[in-house]
């Protein structure tokens, strides 16, 4: 066999991941659940803030990602649930696999799925609130944020799913946490959404990387103590 | 010269022969599995108390206890699902802490739940944690596990639509996919019927002739002495009773059981 296609096929992360992806594709669970709950938060802002031409570049960047981050907290309820049923966790952990392979497979298959929301999202967000669809500003800024979102995201996910009221304890122990990242989204997706100048925009982009490589490392070394019992 | 030629040759052979049967000897009296001192706490209760055990290659230890008494928590922990609070765990001679993943290789485990995708295919069960254990003709093992356990036919079938027995027979080709020398078994003739226990018979014999050794944890005395070379039983955290099986009566088994387990009859 092609050492790539082998080096593919048997890679834990990417087996993970496709394993997410088909289970996605076909139960649809998390994505419909968690892309309607988004758009509503932003349609649900649009009536209660009214905003005009004057104040919708103050507001429609928190909204946006208010939407995406709670949006998210919902999907993280569900990325551990397919492992709690059946137990098929510990099958998971009975494998020759390192803890980290584990926890990155997780990392990638909900950053993909964020990202899927986001693009169905945004469209319709830069239509409600009167800005341009196209933004290519905004994507950095997203790829990034969604990325940390999704690293610390995972993470929490686990720790909530060895307690019992992990509805209640995901949002608790994660919006705490992501609060640097969502600062920093929001105040560089205002440039980029309203035109202003990129070097706006890209003097958040490395605060953002740095806490997307800390999220990275922490999580993934605290992911190995909290999955052991 | 020529009369000694054909004793050389007899010679040879004879020692070859006997260098093969010494390789399978020694192979077969390879320790599996070697606990120590295994201890274990969950909360004020001790489940576990220095408890100790080895299994050789190609044996089966059928392991008896009553509820509670840490039949569940031993597997749980040689398969490194949970941590002891102290003891060791030696599987082929290596440490599990020193070597988790090469120890994680070398074991199977079935255990209560089926551990599968339930939203899953069997098939697609299969392959995911096929792929995890790297193993080789993935395709070709599948087929040889399930036919092998009489479910080939249902393969494309969700595992969460199955009844519970056939679940657990998809459990034990997940656990035997990797062609594990160490398998680790909790009842698993629980939610079996007649014919898929007979089957369990069978693979469990299979397996102790292609020298893999086999810790058997089950209630049922009649599966403990018909399948084990050694019957053991668990009690206050200890391995309170051991005996080969072939030099033991179920009934002998069946009053130490009780005697130990401090249940009535």
Request: with cysteine.
């Amino acid at each position: 066999m092609n050492p790539i296609i082998s080096w593919i096929k048997f890679n834990p992360c990417l087996a993970i991941f496709w394993k997410d992806v088909m289970y996605e594709i076909r139960s649809r669970d998390t994505l419909v659940s968690v892309l309607v709950f988004s758009l509503l938060v932003i349609v649900v802002f649009n009536f209660g803030i009214s905003p005009n031409p004057k104040n919708v570049g103050m507001f429609a960047p928190g909204i946006l990602w208010i939407a995406f981050i709670f949006g998210g907290v919902l999907g993280f309820t569900r990325t551990f649930a397919i492992e709690k049923e059946n137990n098929a966790l510990d099958g998971l952990l009975l494998t020759p696999v390192s803890r980290d392979a584990i926890y990155l497979g997780k990392v990638l298959s909900t950053f993909t799925f964020m990202l899927v929301v986001e693009i169905i999202t945004f469209p319709i967000f830069a239509v409600i609130y009167n800005l341009p669809i196209l933004s290519p500003g905004f994507i950095p800024v997203a790829l990034l944020s969604t990325l940390g979102i999704s690293a610390a995201g995972t993470l929490f996910s686990a720790m909530a799913m060895k307690t019992k009221a992990r509805e209640v304890m995901l949002p608790l122990l994660f919006l705490p946490v992501i609060v640097p990242v969502l600062v920093a989204s929001i105040e560089a997706s205002t440039p980029a959404l309203i035109g202003g100048p990129w070097s706006d925009v890209s003097m958040w982009l490395p605060i953002i990387a740095v806490f997307d490589v800390v999220f990275l490392i922490v999580c993934s070394i605290g992911f190995s103590y909290i999955i052991q019992d | 010269m020529f009369i000694l030629a054909p004793y050389t040759t007899v010679l040879v052979l004879m020692s070859d022969k006997l260098k093969t049967h010494l390789v399978q000897i020694e192979q077969h009296n390879t320790t599996a599995l070697e606990v120590a001192d295994l201890t274990k706490s969950f909360g004020r209760s001790r489940v576990l108390n220095g408890l100790n055990l080895s299994i050789d290659s190609g044996e089966v230890l059928s392991v008896l206890g009553s509820n509670g008494s840490g039949k569940t928590t031993l597997i749980n922990i040689i398969s490194m699902l949970t941590k002891p609070d102290r003891g060791t765990v030696h599987v082929l001679r290596k440490s599990v802490d020193k070597n988790p993943n090469q120890a994680r290789n070398s074991i199977g485990v079935v255990g209560h739940t089926p551990m599968l995708y339930s939203g899953m295919s069997a098939l697609d069960n299969l392959t995911f944690f096929g792929r995890m254990f790297h193993v080789d003709n993935l395709g070709d093992r599948i087929s040889e596990t399930t036919y092998k356990l009489g479910v080939t036919d249902i393969l494309d079938r969700k595992i969460g639509d199955m009844s519970h027995g056939m679940q657990k027979r998809f459990a034990i080709a997940r656990a035997l996919l990797h062609e594990p020398e160490l398998l680790l078994m909790d009842e698993p003739e629980s939610g079996l019927d007649q014919s898929a226990v007979a089957l369990l018979r069978e693979l469990i014999n299979d397996l102790k002739d292609s020298n893999c050794a086999v810790l058997l944890v089950t209630h049922s005395f009649d599966q403990a002495v018909k399948l084990g070379d050694r019957v053991a039983i668990l009690s206050k955290g200890k391995i309170a009773y051991e005996e080969v099986t072939k030099s033991v009566e179920i009934a002998e088994i069946r009053e130490k059981y009780f005697k130990y387990s401090g249940k009535f009859k």
